[in-house]
């Protein structure tokens, strides 16, 4: 049964195990080499959007156990899923990526020629993960199109936007929220198992202190697919959908970060906080 309390216990167990996971896993990819320099220079650990996974595990195991409907547990099951597969080809790309190669499109020219780049894999098993949870909500062949490409396109969204400090994280609150307060009261509690994580490790993108990488920007984006297809009809996915491509055709053409740069509402909100 849906209450306020479960909501809030699964935002503070959230949060708190983040912020303990982040210094230990910091240290880990540290040691493992896992180090990268940033737009400004400065060599930080990378991949650590990885902190996301461990309160989205014991959230869900919660949220599982307070629960006996199937169709609950199975949107929980979507999430954990999706995140934990992203986050796996991410922390790939993270770690083995050619920088040499970039855009979808190039990655899939790469592909056609015959070289599969990191980039094409995570596009193509994020192709995959969107059709496991398409085909698990809907079996209409026009609904498993849309959802699978709203899911896909999603998680490649965040990946476009995580190219300075915060900008990825800010723009996935400002979504998190509409989504929230447009939900079932059920889906608003299966955002809690992976919004916590992402509001504690928050400043510490913010601050350039560490990158998420893509194991952490595929989530943010995958995440987003999951809550649209699993909480609105056919007519608000293709909406998404429809400015999901939009944004895509945009950044092939044209720089997002310039495109930021030019608009002085969205330069501030992109570089608040960032110099604190």
């Known amino acids: 049964m849906y209450t306020y309390f479960m909501t809030i216990m699964l935002f503070c167990i959230g949060i708190a195990i983040t912020l303990l996971s982040i210094p230990m896993i910091s240290k880990m990819l540290e040691n493992s080499g896992m180090i990268r320099e940033n737009y400004r220079g ?3 650990p990378v991949g650590l959007g990885l ?12 949220l599982i156990y307070s629960n006996i409907v199937p169709e609950k547990i199975i949107m929980i ?3 954990l899923f999706a995140s934990i597969a992203m986050s796996f080809v991410g922390i790939i790309d993270d770690s083995l ?8 499109i190039g ?16 596009a193509l098993l994020g192709g995959f993960v969107g059709l496991t949870l398409a085909v698990t909500l809907s079996k209409s062949i026009p609904n498993i199109i849309v959802a699978t490409l709203v899911v896909a396109l999603s998680t490649n ?3 476009l936007f995580d190219l300075r400090p915060g900008r990825a994280i800010k723009a996935y609150v400002i979504l ?18 992976i919004v916590p994580a992402v509001l504690a490790y928050f400043y510490f993108d913010l601050r350039a202190l560490t990158m998420m990488g893509d194991a952490g920007s595929n989530v943010l984006g995958v995440s987003i697919g999951v809550f649209i297809v699993s909480s609105f009809d056919l007519p608000v996915q293709l ?27 969205l330069n501030y909100v992109d570089k608040l906080g960032r110099g604190l």
Do not use: C, Q, W
């Open 77 to 79: 099951y979507m999430l």
């Open 176 to 193: 998190a929220i509409i989504i929230f307060l447009a939900s079932a009261k059920f889906n608003r509690e299966v955002m809690m198992l």
């Open 239 to 265: 909406v998404s959908l429809v400015l999901l491509v939009a944004i895509h055709v945009l950044t092939e053409k044209f720089s997002l970060t310039k495109i930021i740069e030019n608009n002085k509402f």
């Open 157 to 159: 969204m965040m990946n």
């Open 107 to 122: 990655h899939f020219k790469a592909l056609f020629k015959g070289s599969l780049t990191t980039g094409a894999f995570k």
């Open 51 to 62: 902190v996301f996974i461990p309160s989205l595990v014991i959230n869900s195991i919660i």
């Open 42 to 44: 400065d060599m930080i």
């Open 97 to 104: 990526g050619n920088r040499g190669v970039t855009g979808l």
